[in-house]
């Protein structure tokens, strides 16, 4: 069983990104966005057949948590209300996909954030698709898209939104969207810093002792941190924090979205293994071949077949992990817990 | 022979940083600043010898490459005024140290950068630092202090400052400074995001074609870049940019600023070993003991020395590489090149 934490639609239909296009037109020109138009079944079938699903096959994966593309999340646009009908959207669609599939796609939805908001909107939105079948949601600690004027995560701010996420027990993977900044190229900067400056603030605060049951998930490899595993475990030092290990480990995750074997050793070297989650950020962020190997830089299941790890700890990575991390994981593909 | 390239003078005299308080304090009121003090030679050559000296000489490097506290640069505070003030008395004190232990540091500045502001006090700055004997300068991809309102490296905003670099042969490592933005701590968040940002700024650019000869080093073992090195080679192929090996890799250096072998082990097995230079950003970011190693986390001479590395390559990382990457390093320090 090969579970994938970490899929984007970022091969949706062409009328959903058109209406988007139309929705952030009609909130500049100060209009009514049009109506959302009528996508088929067997639209929505080809963009997954023919990407995703035929990806997932050719590389051996059985599940994908999936969500809406991560980059056209697009928080620093529009509104608070255009951030809502978008979010609404995408993630119906994510719920189709994952109807038109069983057993294949796990739903995760995006929420209405939208900076200098509230979270009200984002808790409503998880209510409703939770009740629908969703098994988390993506977190957005950027909504401002580069500009970062969002309090720390640890900030009393976010607390709400935890509050309703360990209600319902569904984790969250901290994924900022794209960059409304020239300093930042989104896919090669701006996502990698949002990795590392999440992993910092939580280590900087105390916020699994007010949740000790929530679960973030940090994607593409955690950023800088594994790397830097001992900056991390000396500045929690020097900041008077308890170790790492006690003091974030029981509560966040990485996923395996690094594109190279030594990235990989690495990350399975410092990183318990409890705490790795199989991910390929597919179809994503680099979707060309490697040279160096003639295979897919983001095949990471190649990575993680050859890693120096036992049968046990691979299981983990690939699949015991993300069925622990996300509780609602079983019941959404139709496996037994 | 070892050469430190990456030491900062965070023990200068309470003194020198007190007047900066006071000169800080004064802009704030809008009155002019405070006579800078005296600083005898007695009291610099304590703050060294009880500590870089100390450590130097505890540790086995021979040279260090020593340039101003980096998280004090502060560009973001007061204005180019102060900027210009404050980098003239910080240099001062570097061009001091190097004197009062001459063969032992060699001198690098930090620039009076301020945001929003032109680069020309900045070149006018490294010209008398050159002229006194300085090999090379830090500059700032941020001098807003973590609200990065400044263009790309690549941007036409920063040639001049390239092309009186190249002119003088001096490198430049590439360091920002505190945060002021609450989302970033500043070693732990802003160093590592910024090292990772102006690396992704540099591949979607084409900076060498214009500078061939411009060297710039990225600290902090090159941020997050070389445990994604297959995303930037993915990312520089998708973007239709060079292979980063021929666009990027005659002009960009790495430091060894990672702080545990797992992470040294990475750099020297991805990175090419003529692009990494020793250092340990020492004393600097994390000064605690590691108890998995019962060792000073930044002692990365140990983890260079246990890399699995030729006699050769370790060489070039300790010294032939930064001799060649700062040519006045040699004269500096009285050593033939």
């Known amino acids: 069983m090969i579970i994938d934490c970490h899929g984007h639609y970022t091969t949706a239909p062409a009328a959903h990104s058109d209406w988007r296009a139309a929705q952030l037109a009609a909130f500049a020109a100060g209009e009514p966005a049009p109506e959302y ?59 189709r996909v994952a109807d038109l599939f069983p ?41 401002s898209g580069g500009h970062w004027t969002s309090p720390p ?28 900044n020239p300093a930042f190229h989104a896919t090669g900067a701006h996502y990698m810093n949002a990795d590392t400056t999440a992993f910092m603030q939580l280590l900087q605060g105390d916020l699994f002792r007010d949740f000790p049951t929530l679960r973030l998930v940090i994607p593409h490899g955690g950023g800088a941190v594994p790397y830097h595993w001992g900056r991390y475990r000396g500045l929690a030092d020097m900041l008077g924090q308890p170790p790492v290990s006690s003091h974030l480990m029981n509560n966040v995750f990485f996923d395996t979205c690094v594109y190279h074997q030594p990235g990989i050793d690495l990350l399975t070297t410092v990183i ?58 079983a019941a959404a593909v139709g496996l037994s817990a």
Request: with cysteine; charged share 25%; net charge negative.
């Open 103 to 143: 057993g294949v796609f796990a739903p995760v939805c995006q929420l209405p954030q939208s900076p200098g908001e509230g979270l009200e909107a984002s808790i409503a939105e998880l209510d409703r698709c939770v009740a629908m079948g969703f098994i988390g949601c993506n977190v957005n600690p950027d909504p």
């Open 272 to 329: 318990p293994t409890e705490n790795i989650l199989f991910g390929s950020e597919m179809v994503g962020a680099v979707r060309g071949i490697d040279p160096e190997t003639g295979q897919y830089f983001d095949d990471t299941k190649r990575y993680v077949d050859a890693a120096a790890i036992s049968d046990e700890q691979r299981e983990a990575i690939f699949a015991g992990n993300a069925m622990r991390v996300y509780p609602r994981l």
């Open 153 to 180: 995560l640890t900030d009393r701010y976010w607390y709400p939104l935890w509050e309703r996420m360990v209600e319902h027990d569904v984790p969250g993977m901290v994924h900022v969207s794209a960059s409304a």
């Open 37 to 95: 138009p009528e996508i088929s079944d067997d639209e929505i079938r080809e963009t997954i057949e023919k990407n995703q699903l035929r990806l997932i096959r050719e590389r051996g994966a059985d599940v994908t948590i999936f969500s809406p593309r991560a980059s056209v999340m697009g928080h620093h646009q529009g509104d608070l209300s255009t951030s809502i009908a978008w979010s609404e959207a995408c993630n119906n669609l994510i719920a």
